[in-house]
C-alpha cells in the first residue's frame, strides 16, 4: 500500500484545478484502508469522482471511506442494485 506521504504529496495545489490520483491497491482490504485514509483528508464540498469496470473495487474504497468518516450504516453498490433481479 502506498504510504499517505506518496499519495498526499506535492506542493503549489491551485485550488482552482482539481487534483486527480492514480492509486493502486493489490487487495480488497488494502483498498478499504485507502478509503479509511482518505476521509482524513475530504472536506464539505469536496467531490470524489470513481472510475473504474465492475468490480474493480469503487464499493470497496467507498465502504472504508465511510468507516473512516464514522458512518455505520451498510454501503451497497447501485451497480448491484441496477442489476439484482
Given at each position: 500500500m502506498?504510504?499517505m506521504?506518496?499519495v498526499?504529496g506535492g506542493?503549489?495545489?491551485?485550488?482552482?484545478?482539481?487534483e486527480?490520483?492514480d492509486?493502486?491497491?493489490?487487495?480488497p482490504e488494502?483498498?478499504?484502508?485507502?478509503g479509511?485514509l482518505?476521509a482524513?483528508?475530504?472536506?464539505?464540498?469536496d467531490?470524489?469522482a470513481?472510475?473504474?469496470?465492475?468490480?474493480a473495487?469503487?464499493?470497496?474504497?467507498?465502504?472504508?471511506l465511510?468507516r473512516?468518516?464514522?458512518i455505520?450504516?451498510?454501503?451497497?453498490s447501485?451497480t448491484?442494485i441496477?442489476?439484482?433481479?
Amino acid at each position: 500500500m502506498l504510504p499517505m506521504d506518496d499519495v498526499v504529496g506535492g506542493s503549489g495545489h491551485d485550488a482552482r484545478k482539481p487534483e486527480t490520483w492514480d492509486l493502486v491497491s493489490q487487495a480488497p482490504e488494502e483498498t478499504a484502508a485507502l478509503g479509511a485514509l482518505l476521509a482524513a483528508l475530504v472536506r464539505p464540498g469536496d467531490v470524489i469522482a470513481l472510475l473504474g469496470d465492475l468490480g474493480a473495487g469503487k464499493t470497496t474504497l467507498v465502504q472504508g471511506l465511510a468507516r473512516g468518516l464514522g458512518i455505520t450504516q451498510p454501503v451497497t453498490s447501485p451497480t448491484f442494485i441496477l442489476m439484482n433481479e
